[in-house]
């Protein structure tokens, strides 16, 4: 009988805070600026220069603390983790280890049978990123961008709770959703903003001690992280039951071969030498400070599905999109306290957004249309200012521009003809070149109505009121 195994993870979670300067200096953050140039003494570890801890840093790691039920360390302190490696500009990195600044804490996910299941979180911690190196294979060379360097950064240390693929991405969805709607980072996996080592060991089913564990890095994709577990977790196991061990290491994953390689083995902490940074002072947090930011904490996900439902009365699926994405969420609010119909702007967010945004691949947070422009846009149709055919044509426009529609409409000529007397005139045009779809509908035939209806809108270009020229020509192929 063959053996049973489960698989054991844990995760260390790094994200990047969304901060306009880094954790020790006042270099800018912003994404894809040319390399190494938002760069200083400070970050790039010139000897004489001294860190400065950015209090927003401090502020978003507590919030993020009280988010996921962790106790908030009141007197924390600064470490140095000292290891070598060329983009790492001090030759070590300044961390936290004896004393991080949130600790015990919990999440709640949904598993794949409906229930509920606790993830324990370690530590919370807050640290600087390194640079980046960047590898030409044609030069056969490797350049280092230091811009990345002192990127403030928290890494969130799960407890080896989860036992799938399905269930470590319930988790990284939870933390993402949590910090997105605190503001405190864009979590972008494919930006780098949110990052995930895998930790995992395989065990025989019933048994309580853990086999040894391996670190799964160069994880930048959901799919990526469910692939990498299964690989994992069917080479372990496949160590063990032809008698061979488990080693100790760090591994890059290929998600191209699907498979992972050995990188180097993996360290403990005594390995980095820490000992406190003896150019920070300790951090103290205050009673007052920590009240004002569990004060100003936003109403999550799990609120808002609740309060959605019963104050706007839309469908439960198109709550469980809309409240998935927090800028989403904040576009449908203000939007329906502009026009006051939580169903049209719901049904706008659902249809045209979705699809324009799977359509670019833009992301949520991305979007660029103001709530004002959507209300004017519902306002528009409802008064027969424009046809739903037209304002389609509009939302493209102010999905990628955030034009104003009511300029837009106008610019280019677009308002329904409601001129009756134009409008019969075309019609009778359309009758007179097509007699035969008039015969049809005479003896019957319902869709030759349409291919008339359908005539009329080209001739008009789209701007006739669709029901008037329906009514108008079922009553003219009557005569």
């Known amino acids: 009988m063959s053996k049973q195994y489960e698989t054991v993870i844990g995760l260390e979670v790094h994200v990047e805070l969304a901060t306009k300067t880094k954790i020790f200096c006042g270099c800018s953050t912003a ?11 400070v970050c790039t570890g010139m000897p004489g220069s001294l860190p400065v801890l950015n209090r927003q840093v401090l502020e978003y790691a507590i919030a993020v603390g009280l988010a996921t039920n962790c106790e908030i360390t009141r007197f924390a302190k600064f470490d140095r983790k000292n290891y070598f490696y060329p983009d790492n500009p001090q030759n070590y990195q300044i961390s936290q280890l004896y004393l991080p600044i949130c600790m015990n804490g919990r999440v709640e996910i949904e598993t794949k049978d409906g229930g509920c299941k606790t993830v324990g979180i370690h530590e919370i911690h807050m640290e600087e990123d390194a640079g980046k190196l960047i590898h030409d294979e044609w030069e056969d060379c490797s350049l280092v961008d230091y811009n990345r360097s002192g990127v403030p950064l928290i890494e969130i240390v799960s407890e080896p709770d989860m036992r799938s693929a399905e269930e470590v991405i319930a988790y990284l969805e939870k933390l993402r959703l949590l910090i997105q709607y605190l503001g405190a980072s864009d979590c ?5 903003s949110m990052r995930a080592d895998v930790n995992l060991s395989v065990r025989e089913v019933g048994t309580t001690q853990f086999g040894t564990r391996t670190e799964m890095k160069n994880l930048n994709s959901f799919k990526a992280i469910s692939r990498a577990i299964a690989g994992e977790a ?3 196991i ?8 488990v080693v100790q290491e760090t591994r890059r994953w290929d998600d191209v071969k699907g498979e992972s390689y050995a990188m180097r083995s993996k360290e403990d902490a005594q390995d980095y030498r820490y000992f406190p940074d003896p150019d920070l002072v300790p951090v103290a947090v205050s009673d007052e400070m920590l009240e004002k930011i569990r004060a100003s904490q936003p109403e999550f996900r799990n609120e808002k599905r609740k309060r959605y439902k019963e104050e706007f009365g839309i469908p439960d699926y198109d709550i469980e999109i809309i409240t998935e994405y927090k800028h989403m969420a904040d576009l449908f609010e203000a939007a329906v306290a502009i026009c006051g119909q939580p169903k049209k702007v719901s049904n706008w967010l659902m249809g045209e957004t979705l699809r324009l945004m799977k359509e670019t691949e833009t992301d949520a947070q991305d979007l660029r249309f103001s709530p004002e422009h959507l209300a004017k846009l519902i306002r528009l149709v409802d008064e027969k200012v ?5 304002a389609k044509e509009v939302f493209e426009v102010m999905f990628e521009e955030n034009v104003d529609p009511e300029r837009y409409v106008e610019e280019k000529g677009l308002k329904t003809v409601s001129d009756e007397g134009a409008l019969r005139k075309t019609i009778a045009e359309v009758i007179a070149a097509n007699p035969q779809s008039v015969e049809d509908y005479r003896n019957g035939k319902e869709k030759a109505i349409g291919f008339l209806v359908g005539q009329t809108m080209k001739a008009m270009k789209g701007k006739a009121d669709p029901a008037a020229v329906n009514r108008i020509l079922r009553e003219a192929c009557a005569e």
């Not at 994404?31 to 003494?41: D, E, K, L, R, V």
């Not at 972008?188 to 780098?192: A, F, S």
């Open 31 to 41: 994404f894809g600026a040319a390399p190494n140039t938002q760069t200083c003494p």
């Open 188 to 192: 972008k996996l494919q930006e780098g």
């Open 234 to 236: 069917m080479r372990q």
């Open 238 to 245: 496949d160590l063990i039951e032809s008698g061979e061990k």
């Open 386 to 390: 424009i046809n739903g055919s037209v």
